[in-house]
């Protein structure tokens, strides 16, 4: 696999590929894009309330990931070493 920087494994995100970093401890860790969406049914109060008043709420586009012990993590942010690392490849 040949190693990318974060803004090359954004574009692979964004055409639907899966990214980790070669220098996460956690085996089987990836970050995928979850498409937006509009969604008719709640998933906490917050959206309770959007759809009683506006009939759906909308989930923004986001990267979650995939954690070494099988879970995973919703809306996932980098940080600034993430960001500036150059050990970034695609997942399989």
């Excluded at 498409?35 to 506006?54: F, H, L, P, Y």
Aim: with cysteine; glycine share 10%.
């Amino acid at each position: 696999m040949d190693n990318m920087n974060f803004g090359q494994a954004i574009e692979a995100l964004k055409v639907g590929k899966r990214v980790a970093r070669t220098g996460w401890n956690g085996k089987g860790m990836f970050l995928y894009l979850v498409e937006g969406s509009e969604v008719t049914q709640a998933r906490c109060n917050a959206m309770d309330e959007m759809i009683a008043k506006e009939g759906k709420a909308v989930i923004k586009p986001h990267i979650d990931m995939k954690t070494a012990d099988g879970t995973f993590a919703i809306g996932w942010k980098p940080t600034s070493i993430d960001m500036f690392e150059e050990d970034w490849v695609i997942v399989e």
